[in-house]
T-cell receptor, first 114, second 115 residues
Framework: AQSVTQLGSHVSVSEGALVLLRCNYS??????LFWYVQYPNQGLQLLLK??????LVKGINGFEAEFKKSETSFHLTKPSAHMSDAAEYFC????????????FGQGTTLQVKP | GAGVSQSPSNKVTEKGKDVELRCDPI?????LYWYRQSLGQGLEFLIY????????KSGLPSDRFSAERTGGSVSTLTIQRTQQEDSAVYLC?????????????FGPGTRLTVL
């Protein structure tokens, strides 16, 4: 079975500070990993994904994530937070098999303080 | 082009009533997914459709839940005899094809409140 754990349901940073959102996964097969962002009253938007190849993945809005197999982690980072980054972030792993159904972590709410 | 649309955006119903939630996927997308987002359970997979193949219903929480996809496009999620624990945001997503790494595009969701 596959699972995702996001450490910290709430993260607060100051504008301009480093953003680090943690995600660890469990998977018996090579994982495909995703980060989605959800703004209030909106659907989920894909930030970035890891499938194969380069382990450092760059996404939209200046976010990036690094796949570390030895640590079973896929942490999301951004060097400098912006007020518009305040949202809920979800890490997900694609389920085994070929359906592509996503298994999500519990989500992390990012607060950005001025 | 238009994204995934869902209707209604909000639905309030009384316990025991049936509800239907609708999803219009992106044109040309063959794979369609339903997820549920609730405070207690987070984001959960419900059901998956791919073309004419039998749907993957492994995530449906009870036999009160059913879904269909007509003509390979629009999908309807039906909840019979609603219970208060069914209150959640129901999200629909579609992708060009199925597969572990195909990007899923999400709709804005339907917020269901069962009184």
């Amino acid at each position: 079975a596959q699972s995702v754990t996001q450490l910290g349901s709430h993260v607060s940073v100051s504008e301009g500070a480093l953003v680090l959102l943690r995600c660890n996964y469990s998977s018996s097969v090579p994982p495909y990993l995703f980060w989605y962002v959800q703004y209030p009253n909106q659907g989920l938007q894909l930030l970035l994904k890891y499938t194969t190849g380069a382990t450092l993945v760059k996404g939209i809005n200046g976010f990036e994530a690094e796949f570390k197999k030895s640590e079973t982690s896929f942490h999301l980072t951004k060097p400098s937070a912006h007020m518009s980054d305040a949202a809920e972030y979800f890490c997900a792993v694609s389920g085994s098999g070929n359906t592509g159904k996503l298994i999500f972590g519990q989500g992390t709410t990012l607060q950005v303080k001025p | 082009g238009a994204g995934v649309s869902q209707s209604p955006s909000n639905k309030v119903t009384e316990k025991g009533k049936d509800v239907e939630l609708r999803c219009d996927p992106i044109s040309g997308h063959t794979a369609l997914y339903w997820y549920r987002q609730s405070l207690g359970q987070g984001l959960e997979f419900l059901i998956y459709f791919q073309g004419n193949s039998a749907p993957d219903k492994s995530g449906l929480p009870s036999d009160r839940f059913s879904a269909e996809r007509t003509g390979g496009s629009v999908s309807t999620l039906t909840i019979q005899r609603t219970q208060q624990e069914d209150s959640a945001v129901y999200l629909c997503a579609s992708s060009l094809t199925s597969g572990e790494y195909k990007e899923q595009f999400f709709g804005p969701g339907t917020r269901l409140t069962v009184l």
